[in-house]
């Protein structure tokens, strides 16, 4: 009964770990996502947006003022800022940082809150419910349709859908993860494909 436990642990903490795109497979001397294999961007195009997004950590750090909680989530390179900021003048300052990022951004959505930090207590609980969301695309049942390819991004109970999907995977999946309880809002900044 004991080993039943440890082994559903186990195995619940693996799937979540892969769902948040931890895994990574040593190719070449470089680190790349298992999912990339799945993935419609080019390999390319996901080493440019993790680029993006570590170029944005440091810049965001070095050239705002202290007390903004904000996080630059990359994706076919357009780029997602959420969290909270301390002022609308910091908020727009953040939009400038991602539109001089070199490698350039298509377009950038700002979804930065005008306030102080989230609490570590609501950081955890949007953690925990971009888990359930991912694991939840798992009931979708649409030929050729995989759920690593949508990104989540939760912040404040709000879940950001990103990815390359086609308009019935987007309708599917806005869906199910509009049923996960807790989530509050669902915004969905798909690109579509044909």
């Not at 993935?39 to 993006?52: E, F, N, S």
């Not at 994706?75 to 609308?88: I, K, P, Q, R």
């Not at 102080?116 to 950081?123: D, E, T």
């Not at 086609?166 to 869906?175: F, G, H, L, Q």
Request: glycine share 8%.
């Amino acid at each position: 009964m004991k080993q039943d436990w440890v082994w559903k642990t186990l195995t619940g903490v693996l799937l979540a770990w892969s769902l948040s795109g931890c895994a990574g497979l040593l190719v070449g001397g470089a680190a790349v996502g298992v999912g990339v294999a799945h993935d419609r961007r080019t390999t390319g195009t996901v080493m440019d947006d993790q680029t993006i997004e570590l170029k944005l950590y440091d810049a965001l750090n070095q050239q705002l003022p202290p007390g903004n909680h904000i996080n630059a989530t990359s994706y076919n390179g357009s780029v997602l800022l959420s969290g909270e900021a301390v002022s609308e003048l910091a908020r727009r300052q953040a939009e400038t940082i991602v539109r001089d990022i070199d490698p350039p951004v298509r377009e950038v959505y700002n979804e930065l809150v005008i306030g102080p930090p989230s609490a570590l207590s609501s950081r955890s609980n949007d953690a925990l419910l971009t888990t359930r969301v991912k694991t939840a695309f798992f009931q979708i049942n649409i030929p050729d349709f995989d759920p690593t390819r949508v990104k989540v991004v939760t912040e404040r109970e709000v879940v950001y859908l990103i990815g390359l999907v086609r308009p019935n995977e987007a309708d599917a999946v806005a869906n199910v993860a509009s049923q996960v309880s807790g989530v509050r809002q669902v915004v969905t900044l798909f690109e579509y494909i044909r």
